[in-house]
């Protein structure tokens, strides 16, 4: 059975030889086009794909190479089943692509641009170990062409406004999200006198809440592919919930043999003092200690809970930000096929998996070691979170970066923890990075300044 990425991209060669004069003029757009969405999709895989499981690595449930197959499938998973319907031009409308309906050839040089600037800039960040936003570098690289090309013309500002916005709103609220649950937990679990007991009993809900809102998420409005779009609210309401309760009663039913099984040594099992330094945390605050010991037993119960939200924030990164951040990609290949600023194409990818394998242990160290330390309770409360966060937002139609909510969530469980771990030195550095993101995007097509024009004319002729 033949592979679609492969055939569209030989078809589309194949046929340039043969075609008009349009497409013999461009046709080196078109193949440094592809070759730049090669180094952008890896500079992705690197970065963000890496940003998913770095919590889940700190924490010492997943190993580096368990990390990069479990990311690999299931943001491959995500791309293919739901990322293809979700691509929008320059990122949801930043530019008004009518601007060029008489000079497509104008917009394709500037998707290179762009597609340049983004992918420089990724690659730089990651080598750096500094988690940055596809969704930032997007933005940046598509204003530095158009204001190029266009100037001010064309910019939709009540769209840019909203996205810079989502930059501000997503990490407050992911890392709101993520330390009341962690709170909770902390609570109603590890400060308990048996732990462990109290999480065999209060895990089975956590799993319920997990399977009910991912399953609800996925066939709410989810893949034409698989006509989940067909399928009303009510009903993926009742399937996730069904689903919820399927996975409750196994999970409870595991768990009740392994409680058994551990009647007689819950008492001996090990633990040891996780006092966390700090002159005052939240935990004093409201009135409780903040030190006391953890449980490894305990710990280790939400390991497979937090694989699981790992897994599905991948997907949830596969099919929500892959597809948008190569929209450059769409572009130049619907301009070559059509002739038309309009794009409709759809976009297939899995590169990005070769750059996590590649650079992605960079960024993985940072979110999973260098900001605040993780355990497997804290690692599923700060997942859950920008899960949650982010798969909202996309419901809503709220354009934000799972970046900014990961470490967002990271850093308000690791001030609700203590103070003192959490490395607010790299946190400055990582916070300096975000706001760099969009001129630093620029960079690329500003050298190109001087012969954006020359370039453009020349093709129009």
Known sequence: ??????????????TATTSSPFDQSVIWVLVVGMILGFLLAAAMGANDVANTFGTTVGSGTLTLSQAYILASFFEALGAIFVGWSVTDTLRKGVVDSTMFADSPKELMIGQIAALGGCATWLALATLLGMPVSTTQSIVGGTLGYSLVLRGLQGIRWKKLLHIVMSWFISPLTSGAISSMLYVFVDVAVLRRENPFVWGMRLLPVFYFLC??????????????????DRIPFWASFLVGIGSGLIAAVIGLATLSMCLIKSHFSIMSISSKDISLPGSRTFYDLIGLRSSHT??????????????????????????????????????????????????????????????????????????ATKVSKINAASGFT????????????????????????????????GCVRS???????????????????????????????????????????
């Open 419 to 461: 103070s003192e771990p959490t490395k607010w030195s790299l946190l400055r550095n990582i916070a300096m990075s975000w706001i760099l993101t969009i001129p630093a995007s620029g960079i690329y097509i500003h050298h190109l300044c001087p012969k954006q024009y020359s370039i453009c004319t020349f093709l129009n002729q």
């Open 1 to 14: 059975e033949s592979i679609p990425e492969i055939e569209t991209v030989t078809s589309t060669l194949f």
């Open 382 to 413: 700060i997942e859950f979170g920008a899960a949650l966060t982010s798969l909202l937002a996309s419901r809503l139609g709220l354009p934000i970066s799972t970046t900014h909510c990961l470490v967002g969530s990271v850093v308000a469980v």
């Open 294 to 367: 953890d449980d490894h037993k305990t710990l280790q119960l939400f390991a497979a809970v937090q694989v699981f939200t790992a897994c599905f924030a991948g997907f949830a990164h596969g099919a929500q930000d892959i597809s948008n951040a190569v929209a450059p990609v769409a572009t130049v290949i619907s301009i070559y096929s059509n002739k038309s600023p309009y794009q409709k194409e759809e976009v297939h990818l899995f590169i990005d998996c070769i750059g996590l394998w590649t650079f992605g242990d960079r960024v993985i160290t940072t979110i």
């Open 211 to 228: 399977i009910s809102f991912n399953v609800f998420i996925v066939t709410w409005k989810g893949s034409k592919l698989l006509h989940f």
